[in-house]
């Protein structure tokens, strides 16, 4: 067998590209999100289950048109269904 090289870590699969430029370039770009007056518009999903995030503008709440359909059903399965305080 032979030695490995332990000095990096691996982020590929032996056989697969080196996914530490595109890693550095997400880096780069998150660094200058954070550091822009487009932070401001950085906002969590209005889904709660969701755990992404996307930069608002207008009246967008939802970071996909998935979120938006889920969120929609929820209000209107909500709506429709009796709470039994009646």
């Given at each position: 067998?032979?030695?490995?090289?332990?000095?990096?870590?691996?982020?590929?699969?032996?056989?697969?590209?080196?996914?530490?430029?595109?890693?550095?370039?997400?880096?780069?770009?998150?660094?200058?999100?954070?550091?822009?007056?487009?932070?401001?518009?950085?906002?969590?999903?209005?889904?709660?289950?969701?755990?992404?995030?996307?930069?608002?503008?207008?009246?967008?709440?939802?970071?996909?048109?998935?979120?938006?359909?889920?969120?929609?059903a929820t209000r209107t399965y909500a709506r429709r269904t009796p709470t039994g305080d009646e």
């Amino acid at each position: 067998m032979g030695r490995q090289d332990r000095s990096a870590p691996r982020v590929a699969a032996p056989g697969q590209p080196d996914s530490r430029p595109r890693l550095a370039a997400l880096a780069i770009n998150t660094a200058d999100l954070l550091t822009s007056p487009d932070v401001e518009r950085l906002t969590a999903c209005g889904f709660p289950p969701c755990n992404r995030f996307l930069l608002r503008h207008g009246r967008r709440h939802w970071c996909s048109t998935r979120c938006d359909d889920r969120a929609r059903a929820t209000r209107t399965y909500a709506r429709r269904t009796p709470t039994g305080d009646e």
